[in-house]
């Protein structure tokens, strides 16, 4: 899904990074833990979030993430706003939950991404790569 | 590229929220200049982040330094106190010692540690409360190290 396209079928409103209305988005993600974000290291994939600080944006920096959705009619922080303008990543704000979001992402074909999972407990070193 | 050394310095403090990320955002422009492999760059990001995210809750503030060469890059952070009360625990993924407003933020997901831990090919954490805690990481080059 472009950008573009996924800014209309969810109302939102793009912020940051309008000269980026024609990239491709493949993957997706949702998150609200930053950790669990930069877990996900295999490829770029757009983050669904309700986080509102300006550090999302330096995790969307290090990892390459294409396009931060924020949802369920969050507003981001003055110092998030500054920061997505600086870096000219694209962030979009939707009234919508992020369950409705991904939903709406998913049935257009943006895919999941393949995720490592940290195992807690007892074994803490196993590492299941899940599809 | 590549025998060039690069040598990057930042100092961390404590409850700066506002740059926080900052640093390791820098540390990743700086690398790709020196042409350093974007999944070695990645690497180095996410272990520096957790760092610098790491220093900035919890402790009283501390440096960051990253050296590259032509084989590997490696991270130093260390800060002067409070320590780690039990490093054990806090190597599990999902153990967090983050206050609920700090949850707010998106912190506290308790996978400090096992971030860092699972993108570098060397982690030593060394730590001791009243003293303070030193993390080095290093992470090789695949091109000229092919051990991997």
């Keep these: 899904m472009k950008i573009r396209e996924i800014v209309e079928k969810i109302d939102g409103k793009i912020i940051s990074g309008q000269d980026k209305l024609d990239v491709e988005v493949e993957r997706g993600f949702a ?7 930069l877990a996900l290291t295999e490829e ?3 983050l669904i979030t309700g986080i509102t600080g300006p550090q999302v944006i330096r995790v969307a ?20 706003v500054e920061a997505a303008k600086l870096s000219g990543i694209p962030v979009v704000l939707t009234q919508k939950t992020v369950f409705e ?16 999972i940290l195992q807690g407990g007892e074994d803490t070193n196993t590492c299941l790569n899940v599809d | 590229m590549g025998n060039e050394k690069v040598r990057l310095v930042y100092r961390i403090k404590a409850m700066d929220l506002a740059n926080a990320g900052a640093a390791s955002s820098h540390v990743k422009s700086e690398l790709q200049k ?3 492999e974007e999944e070695v760059v990645k690497r180095v990001g996410i272990i ?9 809750l919890y402790s009283v503030g501390g440096k960051l330094k990253v050296e590259a060469n032509s084989n590997s890059v490696e991270i130093f952070a260390e800060d002067n106190g409070p320590g780690i009360e039990d490093l054990e625990k806090a190597m599990q993924p999902g153990y967090s010692t983050a206050p609920p407003w700090a949850q ?3 912190f506290g997901a308790g996978m400090g540690f096992p971030n860092m831990k699972q993108n570098s090919d060397v982690f030593e954490v060394e730590s001791a409360p009243g003293v303070g805690t030193k993390i080095h990481a290093i992470i090789y080059r695949r091109k000229e190290n092919e051990a991997k």
């Design chain 1, 31 to 37: 998150a609200d833990l930053l950790s669990d974000v």
């Design chain 1, 44 to 46: 770029k994939a757009c």
């Design chain 1, 61 to 80: 920096e290090v990892l390459d993430i294409p396009l931060i959705i924020i949802a369920r009619g969050k507003q981001p922080s003055k110092a998030l």
């Design chain 1, 101 to 116: 979001t991904c939903g709406i992402l998913y049935t257009n074909g943006v895919k999941p991404c393949k995720i490592k």
């Design chain 2, 34 to 36: 020196y042409g350093i």
């Design chain 2, 48 to 56: 520096c982040f957790e760092a610098e995210m790491n220093m900035i």
């Design chain 2, 104 to 106: 707010d933020y998106g």
